[in-house]
């Protein structure tokens, strides 16, 4: 995202549940080179309909390029898992939910803690660029890289730092998140609700066809956003998925268990 002086500085957000769906819980990651913003409205839609929610500001993002580079998908990971746990234990039913990267970080903390469901906006789990099967070497000899253009978004603009360019360490380290979720992927016992943009310039179709491959009926529902690019939380089609992920989280959380507590 390029910046925007109106634009709010990264920050974790929380609310806490009230009324009827105050006791489900629901952590929400956003994605590599992202911020919470990027799904602020999202979190902010479901703590309005009384839900508690969760969006922590994972490690290196909010920032820059160079504190993205000096972590890595232990340090996002565990990010996320920590609020998702805290999350569940003050919650009798807790689900995940990501966008891009985050999808990943959901799906990960789904397979090896059973959340009650996952809701994720075009998730990632594999890459248009062939370069990335050789980042590892190609890291030492190229530090940085252009960030991937859209060049057909219409999302809102947001202010996540200095992330004009992307470090070859990072996206090492995001290769390496993308197979651990692929390999524990068949971990995932709960239900999967899938937001898919078209037009994504980011993620290709092949982050479909393998989650889709690895988790075969969990895969409850396919949501296909027709006007909207990458960061689909902040486009046209987010109302959508605003009213879809609710009624996917009240449904499910009727069908739930209470959820795991730490």
Not at 36 to 51: F, I, K, N, R
Not at 138 to 166: H, M, N, V
Not at 225 to 247: C, K, M, N, Q
Request: charged share 20%.
């Amino acid at each position: 995202m390029t910046e925007s002086s109106t634009s709010p500085r990264p920050a974790a957000f929380s609310s806490p549940g009230h009324g009827p769906n105050a006791d489900i819980g629901i952590a929400i990651s956003h994605g590599f080179t992202g911020s919470p913003l990027s799904v602020l409205p999202w979190a902010e839609h479901l703590a309005a309909e009384g839900y508690a929610v969760s969006v922590p500001l994972l490690p290196g993002h909010g920032t820059d390029w160079q504190e993205l580079a000096r972590t890595g998908w232990r340090d996002w990971y565990g990010s996320f898992e920590a609020a998702y746990l805290d999350l569940a234990a003050r919650t009798s039913t807790c689900f995940v939910a990501g966008l891009s990267m985050g999808g990943a970080l959901a799906l990960l903390t789904a397979a090896r803690h059973g959340t009650a469901g996952v809701s994720v906006v075009n998730p990632g789990l594999s890459f248009y660029d062939r370069r990335v099967r050789v980042v590892g070497l190609l890291k030492y000899f190229q530090r940085t890289t252009a960030p991937i253009p859209e060049e057909q978004s219409t999302a809102a603009i947001t202010d996540d730092g200095d992330y004009s360019r992307t470090p070859l360490a990072a996206v090492h380290e995001l290769k390496k998140l993308f197979a651990v979720t692929l390999r524990e992927l068949p971990g995932v016992t709960a239900p999967v609700q899938v937001f898919k943009s078209v037009t994504d310039e980011v993620v290709p179709p092949t982050s479909l066809e393998l989650l889709r491959a690895r988790l075969r009926n969990k895969v409850t529902e396919v949501v296909e956003l027709a006007g909207s690019g990458h960061v689909a939380t902040l486009d046209v089609d987010a109302p959508e998925i605003f009213a879809r992920s609710s009624g996917f989280f009240r449904d499910h959380a009727r069908h739930s268990s209470p959820s795991e507590t730490p």
